[in-house]
């Protein structure tokens, strides 16, 4: 996309107390093989505008959206009149320098052929098969995201980003008489085709069947509460769930996340814990330059050794509690208005040795990949599945288990941790809220919780 010119968008900022201009433009490519062939090929491209438009009335914000596609100055110009009706009028700040950041990969995905993208894919399937002659299922998807983002603003914002983002997706499962198991591997971030280059899918897809088989001659997990060690291997699915969207502001402020209302200035976690969300982070998933209300991405520290130090805003829910956006106003498309968001979430690593974290561990569960996980804002509740974990005694590590989930209250459980690894793992992911999805990170060091509800078959 070009930089727009500020003149063209000018006069739909003329109204309200706060107006905005949301440019979009970008493509998709998804491929996907399974059943020894390549089974989906989906690309699109889409291009259009949004407007917004708040008015601030004693500490209450109404807002007035709207969107259409196409990047017409004039066709957008009559839509923020139709918006902007009965709305008290402003003036338009001067043309501000256009602050312009692009992300160039060192292999942009659109200058990849097809057909080897899915010759990759074909090798990887037919490698795996071969190796691992359990396997059943075999589902293999690349995806990748080019996507422009322009916002003009009353407040004399005129900022450009571009992003591209590059996903390998490997789903396996391996039988063994009635018994099926699955494996999953997901690898990518803001990079281009180099994120699968040089082995790296086929190596992803190794791992998932690894696990896939293994799982086939592990015993199940036994249900009760034990101790859980959380690997850094694990990714971030605990933090991201247990605690993220908590703290994104508008669920605070609308009482869907009571554990953490008023509690700005005190203790919420163990005093070795500090949480983090950072847009900033290179080549990470989640990264971006500038929110989708332009403000500058930036770091915010929620949580600063146990003590709630921050919340995830967007510009409404800033309005709200006095206080600045914070660059995380983000939205799937132009199509939809901005929310708080999550971008790069993690646990600060911390003073412990993860090895010696393992060695403790007189009887429970050691947990290294986590699988998908949910959490009802409302009452902290959360339940995770365990891809793979291991049952532990007197500090060694005695078998794999399966059909292992954890269940917890995140307020709860983030008081309890008594153990912060020194070491921190990455997992990558697109995280769904009011319908909208938008690409995260999610990381964490080893962490110990002295009891957690396990699930399983006695």
Avoid at 187 to 209: F, I
Avoid at 444 to 449: A, G, M, V
């Amino acid at each position: 996309m070009n930089v727009p010119r500020w003149d063209d968008w000018a006069p739909a900022l003329a109204a309200g107390d706060h107006a905005e201009v949301f440019l979009e433009e970008g493509r998709s490519l998804s491929l996907t093989h399974e059943e020894g062939r390549l089974s989906e090929a989906a690309e699109s491209s889409d291009a259009g505008v949004g407007v917004r438009y708040l008015r601030v009335d004693r500490g209450r914000a109404e807002t007035r959206f709207g969107s259409q596609s196409g990047l017409d100055p004039a066709a957008g110009r009559a839509l923020a009149a139709r918006l902007a009706a009965g709305l008290p009028r402003r003036p338009v700040p001067a043309a501000p320098r256009p602050e312009v950041s692009r992300h160039t990969p060192r292999v942009p995905p659109a200058s990849v052929p097809l057909a080897e993208k899915a010759a990759l894919l074909a090798a990887v399937d037919k490698a795996l098969r071969a190796e691992f002659p359990r396997l059943t299922q075999v589902q293999l998807t690349c995806a990748e995201r080019e996507r422009s983002a322009a916002v003009l603003d009353s407040a004399g914002s005129h900022r450009l980003s571009e992003r591209v983002t590059t996903v390998f997706y490997a789903s396996v499962t391996a039988e063994q008489g009635r018994l099926l198991q699955t494996g999953v591997e997901v690898l990518g971030g803001l990079k281009g085709w180099e994120a699968l280059e040089g082995g790296a899918a086929l190596a992803a897809g190794r791992r998932a069947a690894r696990l896939a088989v293994a799982k086939l001659e592990a015993p199940v997990a036994r249900p009760g509460d034990f101790p859980v060690v959380l690997a850094a291997s694990a990714g971030g699915t605990f933090v991201h769930e247990a605690i993220g969207h908590s703290l994104e502001a508008d669920h605070v402020q609308e009482g869907t996340s009571p554990a953490f209302a008023g509690k700005m200035g005190r203790r919420v976690a163990c005093g070795a814990l500090t949480i983090v969300d950072d847009p900033t982070l290179p080549f990470a998933r989640g990264s971006y330059a500038f929110d989708d209300e332009g403000v500058p991405a930036a770091a915010v520290t929620l949580v600063e050794r146990g003590v709630l130090r921050g919340m995830l805003h967007d510009r409404v829910s800033a309005l709200r509690a006095k206080a600045a956006p914070n660059g995380h106003g983000r939205r799937q498309s132009f199509r939809a208005r901005p929310i708080p968001r999550m971008s790069n979430i993690y646990i600060a690593p911390g003073p412990d040795d993860p090895a010696r974290i393992v060695r403790e561990l007189k009887k429970g569960l050691y947990v290294t990949r986590m699988g998908g996980g949910e959490v009802n804002t409302a009452t902290g509740e959360f339940v995770f599945g365990v891809d793979e974990g291991w049952w532990v005694e007197d500090g060694v590590v005695r078998h794999m288990v399966r059909d292992a989930n954890i269940l917890g209250v995140g307020s709860e459980v983030l008081k309890s941790i008594d153990r912060v690894g020194w070491d921190i793992g990455w997992s990558v992911g697109t995280c769904g809220k009011q319908g909208q999805g938008v690409p995260v990170s999610d990381g964490q060091p080893t962490l110990r919780i002295p009891k957690l509800l396990v699930g399983g078959r006695a």
